[in-house]
């Protein structure tokens, strides 16, 4: 498959993938890819796509170019899926490569004096992250107190160093553990437990006043 052709699945939503794959745990599904099946790669694009563009965008703060980023997420991971070690874990491996892209591009922004860093509008998805704002089942008065902490949230995340933002961003709205959080920036235990820790009273002193 060429990276054009990767392109062009990576933009057809729905696109037909054998029932029995949906079934299949990520090793499983890469273990098929390996083996000849074309439409397990598919299955991967399906089950990350969403998932790593929230994660992008909520880094870079760049809709348009997270898209990019991850649809080059999704080409390395075609180049390079058979040197990925299947005693680990799927997830991990290409929340790593994402998180590498994004820090480039936060790199690179900031060699550059023209590029101004956007301000952050994030679109999270309330079955995607662990902190949840919203209920159907709410009163109105109720849902416009979440959406607003949801506000609040989102304004004092952006406010964060970029090294904290991310860590926080894994943790508390990614939901990943820490081990994989050490995995994905290639930092050890402690640092990603230290970056935490400070990105959370961080996160609560910039909040605070808000919440008063």
Sequence with gaps: MTDVAIKRAISLPGAAVRERLRTLDDSAVVTAFLGGEER????????????????????????????????????????????????????????????????????????????????????????????????????????????????????????????HKQVFILRELEGKSYEEIAEITSCNLGTVKSRLNRARNSFAEIIAPALE
């Design 40 to 163: 397990a790669f598919q299955e991967l694009v399906e089950r990350y796509q969403t998932r790593l563009l929230n994660f992008v965008y909520r880094t870079i703060g760049d809709r348009e170019k997270a898209e990019d980023l991850v649809q080059e997420v999704f080409i390395r991971v075609h180049r390079h899926l058979h040197r990925f070690d299947r005693s680990k874990k799927f997830s991990t491996w290409i929340y790593t490569i994402a998180s590498n892209l994004a820090k480039n591009e936060l790199r690179n922004r900031s060699r550059n004096p023209l590029v101004l860093f956007q301000t952050i509008k994030k679109n999270w998805q309330d079955e995607e992250r662990p902190l949840q704002f919203e209920d159907s089942n709410s009163r109105p008065d109720d849902m416009y107190r979440k959406r607003h902490l949801r506000e609040l949230v989102e304004e004092s995340v952006e406010r964060l160093p970029e090294h």
